[in-house]
């Protein structure tokens, strides 16, 4: 959805009987659809690119579950996975596996915004536009190919990251074809509807539907960015596919006509999204400071200190910020967020990891030996613990 | 044996090596590869020097160290034609060694398969331990592959690869499809940390193919000669842009 391509309008949907209860496939060919989309989930997890944390899984799942109702789907009919990709990706395969980029959960910061990305999938997925569209239009593969090559060419591929972005990186492989509804977006109308219908399970499920206009304008401030960056041309491939800026207007316009017609407001759950997710966003900070993309890490470390100001990991991200920076570095300012990280919290062992690393680094052995001595002490099963130690020897043999 | 086939495999070495030539040029002209992973312009302003990793060479251990030399020394010198500052890997071996193996080895014992965590974990040291003593900007890796590949016959003339049949002496190896061996040169330029900037690879030459009803492997001692690892090198690197001075701030910091 969010690495967003158009499709160009082929033949009229069809007229396919959603699904209802518990979903299945409904004849041979949709079958084949099916096992392909297993085998692609299969590859996810064998590359060890979804997020292993059971506790955010569970938590994407609870919000999955009070969106299905209004589908008319059983519980479990929809799986929700993060996956750790840094980028703005979100897509539903045909089986029902819904999956969310980590990027996307950091870019957030409500459930209700979330929920809206999931309504929107659920609604594609329920309607069966993805079967529908795979028999009934033949758009060539490698076209998608040549248009994500844009995508992925700006990414770097991260060899020891998932891959900004992975979803394009799939989309190289022999399940184009399966992930080419999901992430190009289907034809304008559909995508159009699958937002409406999105907007009212969000609403029906108790949530502040106005947080799609907020979800709306959260993708499109990232998007500028990437376009910013030159991470993408454009944001927007084909003329038929809705772009952003459309989507968003039409969301503030059922909003206005919500308003009109008195319709309460419901959940945003800023707090709870906020406390589940924050793993998530220092993880993708961390990832957007591999990639060189300084200022989205940085706004990722302000929101987290402006939710969690306390917390020490926050002030470790931020000292790397400043450690990591090309024209901007400050070494200065990244050992004072370090230590502000330990005035929090005296036992962060991270925290005394980095300011021995960063001492070692600018010469001052003593600091660097006492830091980095209550790292190994703090955690003696880590998995640098033997590297630092070397550190520690050449320390004290003299040699830095 | 015929005559005529004694002849054939009495000239093959020399036939192969020069269709080997043929492959490697012919792949070079009619390349459309992309080896930049990321935007040109983003790559000028990163790298200004390359560490060179020792290159993984699958010979057995001398023919090893010889090939790894002309790799090397065919990477340096067009890296400082491009004006970059090269790092070579008698400086950044160690440094990789030293914590991979501190890290107790980067693989999985059972399964073969790369520990992704130790991996990242050694990637991130190695990074700033190189960046701290050298500015090293990406890591330049280079491997060879053995691959096998069946060149389809066109019209009943023998087998092809990229456009160049297989021939002895003009006359085709087989006038049918054969499965064959070749072995490939992989260059791929990473930042320390892992993400990949540029990344090519070119088929080398034969290393074993179907020859009078036997298959015939191409002696260790021809694989990857240097002339054949000077012209890959020359493939690998032919879009690879001139550095740019770097600017005074903008250090690598990993």
Redesign the interface.
């Known amino acids: 959805m969010l690495a967003i391509v158009a499709f160009v309008g082929g033949c009229p949907r069809p007229d396919i009987e959603p699904f209802a209860g518990s979903p299945q496939p409904r004849d041979p060919e949709e079958r084949k659809i099916w096992e392909e989309s297993q085998a692609l989930f299969e590859i996810l997890q064998k590359r060890s690119v979804i997020n292993a944390d059971t506790e955010l899984q569970s938590y994407l799942n609870s919000i999955v579950t009070r969106l299905l109702p209004f589908f008319r789907l059983e519980p479990n009919s929809v799986a929700a996975y993060a996956l750790r990709d840094p980028f703005l990706n979100a897509f539903i395969l045909p089986n029902g596996k819904l999956f969310v980029s980590e990027g996307l959960l950091a870019q957030f910061d409500s459930e209700a915004q979330i929920a809206c990305v999931f309504g929107h999938e659920i609604a594609h997925f329920a309607k069966r536009d993805a079967y529908a569209q795979q028999i009934y239009n033949q758009r060539a593969v490698q076209t998608v190919r040549q248009v994500f090559a844009v995508l992925v060419a700006g990414s770097g591929g991260l060899v020891a990251l998932p891959g900004p972005s992975l979803v394009l990186e799939l989309l190289g492989g022999p399940h184009t074809s399966l992930l080419m509804w999901q992430i190009r977006g289907f034809a304008r109308d559909l995508e159009y509807e699958a937002d409406r219908v999105g907007q009212q399970a969000v609403h029906a499920a108790g949530y502040d539907a106005l947080e799609c206009v907020g979800a709306m304008e959260r993708l499109l401030q990232e998007e500028q960015q990437l376009v910013d960056e030159k991470l993408v041309s454009e944001p927007y491939f084909y003329g038929n596919h809705p772009a952003t800026v459309d989507r968003l207007q039409r969301f503030r316009e059922w909003q206005q006509a919500q308003e009109q017609a008195g319709s309460s407001t419901g959940q945003r759950n800023e707090l709870p999204y906020r406390e589940r997710t924050a793993a998530v966003v220092l993880q993708t900070a961390a990832t957007n400071l591999k990639l060189r993309r300084f200022q989205r890490a940085r706004r990722l470390i302000d929101e987290y200190l402006a939710t969690f100001p306390t917390r020490p990991a926050g002030y470790v991200a931020l000292g790397d910020w400043y450690r990591r920076q090309a024209e901007h570095r400050n070494l200065d300012a990244a050992a004072e967020a370090y230590k502000r990280a330990l005035a929090f919290d005296s036992k962060f062992a991270p925290a005394h990891r980095e300011l021995g690393l960063l001492c070692r680094e600018r010469g001052d052995f003593r600091c660097a030996r006492e830091h980095l001595r209550e790292y190994l002490d703090l955690d003696p099963h880590a998995m640098d613990h033997a590297i630092v130690q070397g550190m520690l020897s050449e320390i004290a043999g003299g040699s830095p | 044996m015929t005559s005529r086939s004694q002849h054939i495999l009495a000239s093959s070495p020399v036939l192969l090596l020069l269709l080997a030539v043929a492959c490697v040029w012919g792949c070079a002209a009619r390349s459309e590869f992309?080896p930049?992973?990321?935007?040109r312009?983003?790559f000028r302003r990163?790298v200004h020097t390359i560490g060179i990793l020792p290159p993984g060479i699958a010979l057995s251990k001398a023919r090893r160290r010889e090939v790894a030399g002309y790799v090397e020394a065919a990477l340096t010198e067009t890296f400082r034609r491009l004006g970059y500052e090269v790092v070579g890997s008698d400086v950044v071996g160690p440094v990789w060694r030293?914590?991979a193996s501190?890290?107790?080895g980067l693989f999985n014992p059972l399964t073969g398969n790369p520990d992704?965590?130790?991996?990242?974990?050694t990637?991130s040291?190695v990074a700033?331990e190189l960046a701290?003593t050298h500015n090293v900007d990406v890591l330049a890796v280079t491997w060879t592959n053995v691959y096998r590949l069946l060149p389809p016959a066109i019209e009943q003339r023998g087998p092809r690869f990229k456009g160049e049949m297989l021939d002895f002496y003009g006359q085709p190896l087989l006038d049918m499809p054969q499965l064959v061996e070749a072995v490939s040169l992989n260059l791929?330029l990473?930042?320390p940390?892992?993400?990949?900037?540029y990344?090519a690879s070119v088929p080398v030459q034969w290393t074993k193919v179907y020859v009078a009803r036997s298959y015939y492997t191409r002696p260790e001692g021809e694989v990857l000669s240097l002339s054949r690892v000077d012209a890959a090198i020359r493939v690998l690197l032919a879009k690879l842009e001139p550095a740019v001075p770097r600017?005074s701030?903008?250090?690598?910091?990993?």
């Not at chain 2, 930049?36 to 935007?39: G, K, S």
């Not at chain 2, 701030?249 to 990993?254: C, D, F, K, M, Q």
């Open positions: 992309e930049y992973r990321v935007p312009e983003e990163l030293r914590y501190q890290i107790s992704e965590k130790k991996l990242e974990t990637r040291y700033r701290r791929e990473l930042e940390d892992g993400r990949s900037l990344a600017a701030s903008a250090a690598n910091n990993p």
